[in-house]
C-alpha cells in the first residue's frame, strides 16, 4: 500500500454529464498528478498540482481540470462526458516537485462512460 | 502520446525462469523508472535509473539502460507466479518544471506456476 487514496473506486456516467474523482495523497507529499489510462494503455499524463497550484498540462482539453487543496488533497473534474473518456483515472503523489522523485500512485477510479 | 515502447507485449514463462522486457524511447531523459501494475489497479514503482547510470539493482531485479541507443531492460530472475502482472517503463524527460512520466503501453507478464 503506498498511502494514496481515491475515490470511488468505480463509476458510471452517461455522455455529457460531469465527473468529480478525488485522490488523498501521501502524508507530507506536496505534489499530485493525474493520469489517465485507457484499456491496455499505458498512463497518459493529464496534469500536476504543486502546492495548490498547476504545474503542467499534458495534451488534454480544458473540461478536464483540477484542484489541490491545502491539505495536498485533490480532484479531477472532467466536463461533458465522451464515451472515450472511460478510463482508469490514477493520481500520484511526491514529496516534491523535483526530478528523480519517486510517485507513488493509488489504486485508481474506474470510469465507465456510457 | 506514448514515448517508451516495451517489447515483447505480453510474455508467458515458467516459475523459476528469467524475464527479460526491453523499453525504447524516443527523447533525451532525467531518468527511466520501471514500475508493475496487477490487474489493472494502482502502479508500484520498481525501480529507477538515471541517465548516467547504466545498470541498477534491487533485489531480483535487474535494469540496464543505454542511452546511446535510448533503451532499457528489466530482468526479473528466478520469476514466480506472484510476479505475474504488467510492466511499464517511464521516462522523465528534461527540461520544465513537471517533472512528468512518460509511460510505454505495456508488457504483459504470466509467469506459470
Known amino acids: 500500500e503506498t498511502g494514496v487514496t481515491q475515490s470511488p473506486t468505480h463509476l458510471i456516467k452517461t455522455r455529457g454529464q460531469q465527473v468529480t474523482l478525488r485522490c488523498s495523497s501521501q502524508s507530507g507529499h506536496n505534489t499530485v498528478s493525474w493520469y489517465q489510462q485507457a484499456l491496455g494503455q499505458g498512463p497518459q499524463f493529464i496534469f500536476q498540482y504543486y502546492r495548490e497550484e498547476e504545474n503542467g498540462r499534458g495534451n488534454f482539453p480544458p473540461r478536464f481540470s483540477g484542484l489541490q487543496f491545502p491539505n495536498y488533497s485533490s480532484e479531477l473534474n472532467v466536463n461533458a462526458l465522451e464515451l472515450d473518456d472511460s478510463a482508469l483515472y490514477l493520481c500520484?503523489?511526491?514529496?516534491?516537485?523535483?526530478?528523480?522523485?519517486?510517485?507513488?500512485f493509488g489504486p485508481g477510479t474506474r470510469l465507465l462512460v456510457l | 502520446s506514448q514515448q517508451g515502447e516495451e517489447d515483447p507485449q505480453a510474455l508467458s514463462i515458467q516459475e523459476g525462469e528469467n524475464a527479460t522486457m526491453n523499453c525504447s524511447y524516443k527523447t533525451s531523459i532525467n531518468n527511466l523508472q520501471w514500475y508493475r501494475q496487477n490487474s489493472g489497479r494502482g502502479l508500484v514503482h520498481l525501480i529507477l535509473?538515471?541517465?548516467?547510470?547504466r545498470e541498477k539493482h534491487s533485489g531480483r531485479l535487474r535494469v540496464t539502460l543505454d542511452t546511446s541507443k535510448k533503451s532499457s531492460s528489466l530482468l526479473i530472475t528466478a520469476s514466480r507466479a506472484a510476479d505475474t502482472a504488467s510492466y511499464f517503463c517511464a521516462t522523465e524527460s528534461s527540461g520544465g518544471s513537471n517533472y512528468k512520466l512518460t509511460f510505454g503501453k505495456g508488457t504483459l507478464l504470466t509467469v506459470n506456476p
Open positions: 500520484a503523489s511526491s514529496l516534491e516537485r523535483q526530478g528523480g522523485e519517486t510517485q507513488y
Open positions: 535509473i538515471r541517465s548516467n547510470e
